[in-house]
C-alpha cells in the first residue's frame, strides 16, 4: 500500500460537516477468470433483464426528469476506470481477446468487486475510457467494432449500474486516428467522420434500452488540437484554430443527432459534451458552441483540470509543493469559469483532476488539500469532479482507496451522505470548509535552500514529445526517455555563451525516419536557477531539417520547478505568462508559450535550436 507523508496543510475532515459514512468491502481475487471476462451482453434478452434490474435498484431517483444541473448533483464524486478499456493494442491485431487489450498497459482484468468497492469508497460515478478501435479493422474499410469488446464494456457497465453508479462511456484517444479530421485530403475527413459515425450508431443500439445512469461522452481530449494530429493520418495538420473549433462544433453536433435518432431512451439521454481540449479557458472561448438539442435539459459539458501542472504532473521525482493562498486561489477562479455554462443550465463535468504520485508512486504532501478544494469549488459551483486513475489512487487489490485521509474524505462526500443536508447546506459547507482552508494556507513557502555542490552541472536539450515520438520530457534532464533510434546533440552549459542543441529523428524506423508532428516542445536547462540565476534564453535560430524557419510569437524564459530553466516552443497547456517570464530587453509583449507555425513540424528528419544564454 501506498502511503505519503503529509507536510504542513492538512485538510479539514468533511465527515464534520456531512453526515455519512464509508463503507469498505474487501476484494476478492485480483483477476476475473476467463469466463467471467467474456460473459454479458450478446443475448437480447439478457441485455434487457440487466436494464430492468438496473432501473430496480434507481427508481428512488427521478432520473429521466432531472435537470442537466439536477443531474451532476446526483453525480457526486467520480472516478475513472483509466488506462484499461482504452490501453491501446490495435498494432497486434483487432481478434485478440479483450482481455490482452484491457492489460496491455499494465492494469489487471476489472472485476465486480473493484467496480462495488469504488461504489463503497464515495464514488458515484464512473468513467470508462474505451479505444473501441481496437476490435475495428477501419483501416481497411470495416468499421465493425468486435462484438466481444462490446460485450465486455457490457459486462462493466452492468456491473457499475448494479452497484448503482452512474456511468460514462467515451472514445478515448484510440489510437490518433481523430487526426484524420485534419488531413490535408478531403476523402480522409470525410473517412474521420464515417468512422465516427459508424462506431457511435454500435454504441447507441447496443444500449439503447439503458436507463439515464448511463451517459454517453462525446470524446475525451481529441477535440480540438488533436484534430490535427500525425500520429495515424501523416498529412493531418491542416486546420487552422479557427477550422479546429468550427470541426469540433461539428462533431459534437453529429454527436448528439445521432443518438437521439438512435431509438430507445437514447432519444432523452443526457448526454456529456467534450469541450475544447477539454481546456477550461478554450471552453469557454466563444468559437465553442454547444449543440442544439431536440431534448430538453439533457446535455452536460466536460473539461479536465490538471493545473498547476508541475504540481499534479507524474514527472517529479521529489516532492514539489502547493498550497499558497493564491494557489488555492488559482484552483477557484480557473474552476468557476465554467459557470458560463451551469449559468444557462448545463451541467459541468471535471472529467478528469489529479494531482498525480511522484514517479516512485508516492504521494504528494499536499495531495489531499489540493483534491479538498477542488471537490469544495465543485461542490459550490454544482459541478461533478472524477478523479483520474490508473490505480494510482484506488487500490485495485484491495479495492479501496490506499491513503486513509482520501478515503475519509471521499467516503463522506457520496451522494447518499449529501442527502441529509440541502442543496444550500452543501454550498455553505464547503465554502466554509475551502475558506478554512485558505486562512490555513501560507502566503508563500520558504525556499529551501539547494546545494549548489550536489548539482550536477547544466545540461540544455530540447524537450520532445510529437508523432509518437519522445525525448526527455519533463523537467528532469532524462537522456534515457528516449526513442528507438532517435539521436540527441545536449550541450553542457558553462555560463553565458551561444549554444546549439538538436534531435535527429532519421533512425526512427518506426515513424520512418521522421516525426510526423508535434505535441509539445520546449528547450530546458538543468539546474540553471540555481547555478545560473536570472540567466535568460535568447534564441537565435530553429532549422527544421537544416533550413530556418520563422516565429510566431516571442519567446521567454521561466521556471516550472525553480530549478529548471526553460523555454516552451509549443505548449498548449500554458493559458497564461507566469510571474517570472522574462526576456533580453524586458518586454513580454508578444510573448507566448507557442512560438511556432505547427505546420512546419508536420515532417520532422531533424531540429537544431541554436540560443544565446545571457547574464541577467
Not at 89 to 100: I, K, P, V, W
Not at 482 to 495: F, R
Request: charged share 25%; net charge negative.
Amino acid at each position: 500500500m501506498k502511503n505519503g507523508k503529509k507536510r504542513g496543510l492538512r485538510p479539514l475532515a468533511l465527515s464534520v460537516l456531512l453526515l455519512g459514512a464509508m463503507l469498505v468491502t474487501a476484494c476478492g481475487g485480483g483477476n476475473a477468470t476467463e469466463e467471467s471476462t467474456q460473459s454479458g451482453g450478446t443475448d437480447a434478452t439478457a441485455a434487457a433483464e440487466s436494464t430492468e434490474a438496473a432501473e430496480a435498484t434507481t427508481a428512488e431517483i427521478d432520473i429521466d426528469n432531472a435537470s442537466s444541473i439536477e443531474l451532476v448533483r446526483m453525480m457526486g464524486n467520480g472516478i475513472n476506470l483509466g488506462n484499461t478499456m482504452e490501453a491501446y493494442g490495435h498494432g497486434n491485431g483487432t481478434d485478440l481477446d479483450t482481455s490482452a487489450y484491457e492489460t496491455y498497459w499494465g492494469q489487471p482484468v476489472t472485476t465486480q468487486e473493484m467496480i462495488e468497492g469504488m461504489k463503497a469508497a464515495g464514488f458515484d460515478t464512473i468513467r470508462i475510457p474505451v479505444a473501441w478501435t481496437n476490435m475495428m479493422d477501419y483501416e481497411d474499410g470495416d468499421y465493425t467494432i468486435g462484438e466481444a469488446y462490446l460485450d465486455r464494456v457490457q459486462e462493466i457497465v452492468d456491473w457499475a449500474i448494479d452497484a448503482d453508479m452512474f456511468v460514462i462511456v467515451n472514445d478515448h484517444w484510440d489510437g490518433g486516428w481523430w487526426g484524420m479530421f485534419g488531413s490535408a485530403t478531403e476523402e480522409t475527413r470525410d473517412e474521420a467522420m464515417t468512422i465516427y459515425t459508424e462506431m457511435w450508431t454500435q454504441i447507441a443500439e447496443r444500449f439503447a434500452n439503458y436507463p439515464n445512469q448511463l451517459i454517453f461522452e462525446s470524446a475525451n481530449e481529441e477535440l480540438g488540437d488533436s484534430l490535427n494530429e500525425t500520429t495515424v493520418c501523416r498529412d493531418s495538420g491542416s486546420l487552422s484554430e479557427d477550422e479546429c473549433y468550427e470541426t469540433t462544433n461539428e462533431i459534437n453536433q453529429a454527436f448528439v443527432d445521432l443518438i437521439r435518432a438512435s431509438g430507445g431512451n437514447n432519444a432523452n439521454r443526457f448526454l456529456l459534451i467534450a469541450g475544447y481540449n477539454t481546456d477550461i479557458d478554450k471552453t469557454c472561448d466563444d468559437r465553442y458552441v454547444m449543440p442544439t438539442d431536440s431534448a430538453t435539459d439533457k446535455l452536460l459539458i466536460s473539461v479536465h483540470f490538471y493545473s498547476p501542472w508541475n504540481f499534479c504532473s507524474e514527472d517529479q521525482e521529489t516532492q514539489p509543493q502547493w498550497g499558497t493562498k493564491s494557489e488555492f486561489d488559482d484552483v477557484k477562479t480557473s474552476l468557476d469559469k465554467m459557470t458560463k455554462f451551469t449559468d444557462q443550465g448545463i451541467g459541468v463535468v471535471i472529467g478528469e483532476y489529479g494531482a498525480m504520485p511522484l514517479a516512485d508512486g508516492t504521494y504528494k504532501d499536499d495531495m489531499n488539500a489540493y483534491h479538498t478544494a477542488i471537490l469544495d469549488v465543485c461542490d459550490m459551483d454544482d459541478y461533478c469532479p472524477i478523479l483520474w486513475d490508473r490505480g494510482d489512487f484506488y487500490s485495485k487489490t484491495d479495492c479501496k482507496l490506499g491513503d486513509d485521509e482520501m478515503a475519509e474524505i471521499y467516503g463522506s462526500r457520496n451522494y447518499a451522505a449529501e442527502q441529509a443536508s440541502t442543496v444550500d447546506e452543501i454550498k455553505a459547507a464547503a465554502e466554509d470548509e475551502y475558506n478554512a482552508l485558505v486562512d490555513a494556507a501560507p502566503d508563500e513557502f520558504a525556499k529551501e535552500e539547494v546545494d549548489v555542490d550536489s548539482l550536477d552541472g547544466s545540461i540544455a536539450w530540447i524537450m520532445w514529445n510529437g508523432g509518437g515520438l519522445s525525448y526527455s520530457v519533463g523537467d528532469t534532464y532524462n537522456p534515457s526517455d528516449c526513442s528507438s533510434g532517435l539521436v540527441a546533440t545536449d550541450a553542457e552549459i558553462t555560463g553565458e555563451g551561444t549554444y546549439t542543441v538538436g534531435l535527429d529523428f532519421t533512425g526512427c524506423t518506426d515513424t520512418d525516419g521522421a516525426s510526423w508532428g508535434i505535441t509539445f516542445s520546449a528547450l530546458g536547462i538543468s539546474n540553471a536557477e540555481v547555478l545560473y540565476p536570472g540567466y535568460i534564453i535568447d534564441i537565435q535560430e530553429i532549422d527544421i531539417n537544416g533550413s530556418p524557419i520563422s516565429l510566431i510569437a516571442t519567446p521567454y524564459t521561466s521556471s516550472d520547478d525553480e530549478l529548471c530553466t526553460r523555454t516552451n516552443l509549443i505548449n498548449p497547456w500554458v493559458s497564461d505568462l507566469p510571474d517570472d517570464a522574462r526576456t533580453v530587453s524586458g518586454d513580454l509583449t508578444g510573448c507566448d508559450p507557442i512560438i511556432i507555425d505547427t505546420d512546419d513540424f508536420a515532417e520532422v528528419e531533424t531540429i537544431e535550436i541554436t540560443f544565446d544564454f545571457v547574464a541577467p
